[in-house]
């Protein structure tokens, strides 16, 4: 009796084993968490830029985790710093794609962008720009997309308005020697003709100048009715510390990255009148903006460097959890190409900081400008452009 019993035994003794081991392997692939990588600059001269947008990425993916993460999977994200230098964004790359075996990795800063996009495309990894703002990123291959408007929107936007409504005939334009400054100068001045205005100045600078008088001597022997500075928040108060100083006192314009405190704290009384572009909505557009700086003062005690950038890095996870929602949804691998599948499909993200963000088929995204002036040492509201 009992040996006819053992084999019947052992078989149960088996089965249960199998069930124990597969929902321990049911388990551990619910508790493994989804990863994304997001190469950013952590050193160098764009640190203080950097850390900040890290920050607020980090924000995110701790918020997103805290109401449950993804479908009850943690979002987990993979941090390599690249100190703005092409080079080691294609390190980085590379670690994300043969090491770390991701689908999906998130990066910015113009030069950076554009030299990991072979990577992407030769392996079908999604990667999402989220910051920088250079016209060529929306050509970059089948599996390069931005998340954040390219020069094209808020260089135009501030060019007409300086024309059309400010009323200004002739303009100058300064610009840092790297591919943001080159594209978004070129922009403005065409952008500027095109209204109507006169460039009468077109200088560059080298990206590590510290003495720009060579250039401003000829913007002053122009003698624009405005200027339009094209640089990084490294250079932008210097350039116009400079300028001042030569007694050059006309109205001063820049992009979105001249959106800073710390350009203000620099400068003084010099940065009255300058004019800055956001491509993210204000405490007055979105109420999640105030507690999102509240957040800042209370944790960092300040604002942030780069408003309207940690707006949209905030976000960049949001964009991310969903995309492998969508994939979960229909049942397909993450892969990049299922990634790139579900940002194609989905195209509109209702976003916490930044809003409603449609991912178009040009690989290119559309948002209102707010142009922002400094009045008093702080920087105001001045117009929407939509």
């Not at 950076?112 to 050509?139: C, F, H, Q, Y």
């Not at 007409?160 to 070129?186: P, R």
């Amino acid at each position: 009796m009992h040996q006819k019993r053992r084999p019947f035994l052992s078989l149960t003794l088996a089965v249960l084993g199998l069930s124990a081991f597969c929902a321990c392997i049911a388990t551990a692939q619910t508790n493994e968490t989804i990863k994304f990588g997001l190469s950013m600059p952590l050193s160098g001269t764009q640190a203080l830029f950097g850390a900040d947008q890290v920050k607020a990425a980090q924000w995110g993916v701790a918020d997103i985790n805290a109401k449950g993460g993804v479908n009850g999977r943690q979002l987990e994200m993979i941090l390599i710093d690249t100190a703005a230098d092409p080079q080691l964004g294609i390190n980085a790359a590379k670690r994300f794609v043969s090491v770390d075996k991701l689908p999906i990795f998130l990066t910015s800063w113009s030069a950076v962008v554009k030299a990991v996009a072979p990577i992407a495309n030769r392996e079908k990894v999604l990667e999402l720009s989220v910051g920088a703002n250079s016209p060529e990123i929306a050509t970059l291959g089948d599996y390069v997309y931005t998340t954040f408007p390219l020069a094209d929107v808020d260089v135009s936007a501030l060019a007409q308005y300086s024309h059309k409504t400010l009323g200004k005939q002739s303009a100058a334009v300064m610009y840092i020697n790297n591919d943001s400054g080159v594209e978004g100068a070129n922009i403005y001045k065409s952008t500027f003709e095109k209204s109507g205005g006169k460039i009468v100045a077109y200088e560059a600078y080298d990206a590590k100048a510290t003495d720009f008088t060579g250039a401003l001597l000829k913007v002053k022997a122009a003698n624009p009715e405005i200027i339009h500075i094209q640089g990084l928040i490294t250079d932008l108060p210097q350039v116009i510390a400079q300028m001042r100083q030569l007694g050059i006192t006309q109205r001063v314009s820049s992009y979105s990255a001249g959106y800073n405190p710390k350009v203000i704290e620099q400068l003084g009384s010099a940065a009255e009148g300058l004019i800055v572009t956001s491509l993210a909505p204000g405490v007055n557009d979105n109420p999640n903006v105030a507690a999102f700086i509240k957040r800042w003062q209370t944790t960092e005690k300040r604002t942030p460097n780069g408003l309207p950038y940690t707006q949209y890095l905030y976000d960049s996870p949001y964009i991310v959890a969903e995309l492998f929602r969508w994939i979960a949804k229909n049942k397909l691998p993450a892969t990049g190409e299922n990634l790139r599948k579900a940002l194609i499909t989905i195209k509109d993200f209702d976003l916490p900081m930044t809003g409603m963000l449609e991912v178009g088929a040009d690989h290119r995204v559309k948002k209102p400008v707010y142009l922002l002036t400094v009045e008093k040492g702080a920087f105001v509201p001045l117009a929407t452009i939509k």
